[in-house]
Structures are given as structure tokens and as C-alpha cells.
Nanobody, 126 residues
Framework: QVQLVESGGGLVQAGGSLRLSCAASGRSFSNYAMGWFRQAPGKEREFVAAINWSGTIMRYAESVKGRFTISRDTAKNTVYLQMNSLKPEDTAVYYC???????????????????WGQGTQVTVSS
């Protein structure tokens, strides 16, 4: 089993930037895809970004494409989400997740992830 701990959330003005981090411990980090999801009040948890196990393939939701960047540092067992040009509609609790299957293809659906962090709040003011 893996433990995931997110950090880096906070309050930022529209147009600003934040970098979220997700530190993993336990199950081998480097052999599993990682993803970021978010959930706004009253809404379903939605896909934001994902990176495959080797860090060579990334996928983004259309709403964040060109503004957010996902990356991973195997030496630090950490996945990052760099968020630029933030908008009020980006306000949500952001969760990182680890893929279920060993060296699987990249996944963009919740069902493809079996371990989740506790979430970190991101609030973007207008």
C-alpha cells in the first residue's frame, strides 16, 4: 500500500501560480502512473492531469491544458502539479492518486487509481 501526502495549496489571486506536491511512501513509486484530480463544492471529483510511470507521457483536462504541468521526481518519490494563470473556477480540493496497475498505460479516470491522498485546498480569488 502507498501513502500519499499533498501540500502546496493555498489562497491565490486570479492569474497567480501555485505548485502542488504529493509525496509518496510505501509501494514503489516509480512503477505506477500518478494523477491529480479536483473536487469543487457540490461537484463530482474530476480529472486534472496524469503522468505515466516513466514520466514520458502526460495528459491534461481541456480546462487546464496550457496552464498546468504535471511532473514527477523519482529520486524524491514526489509528483508535482505546477498551476499557472489560475482562475476562480480552479478553486477546489486537489487530490493526488496512484495508479492501480504496475507500469500500466496512462489513465484519466478515477477507476484507474487505487490510492488517494487527503487533498489540499486551492482557492483562487477574483
Amino acid at each position: 500500500q502507498v501513502q500519499l501526502v499533498e501540500s502546496g495549496g493555498g489562497l491565490v489571486q486570479a492569474g497567480g501560480s501555485l505548485r502542488l506536491s504529493c509525496a509518496a511512501s510505501g509501494r514503489s513509486f516509480s512503477n505506477y502512473a500518478m494523477g491529480w484530480f479536483r473536487q469543487a463544492p457540490g461537484k463530482e471529483r474530476e480529472f486534472v492531469a496524469a503522468i505515466n510511470w516513466s514520466g514520458t507521457i502526460m495528459r491534461y483536462a481541456e480546462s487546464v491544458k496550457g496552464r498546468f504541468t504535471i511532473s514527477r521526481d523519482t529520486a524524491k518519490n514526489t509528483v508535482y502539479l505546477q498551476m499557472n494563470s489560475l482562475k476562480p473556477e480552479d478553486t477546489a480540493v486537489y487530490y493526488c492518486a496512484q495508479g492501480t496497475y504496475f507500469r500500466s498505460e496512462i489513465v484519466t479516470t478515477r477507476g484507474g487509481y487505487s490510492s488517494w491522498g487527503q487533498g489540499t485546498q486551492v482557492t483562487v480569488s477574483s
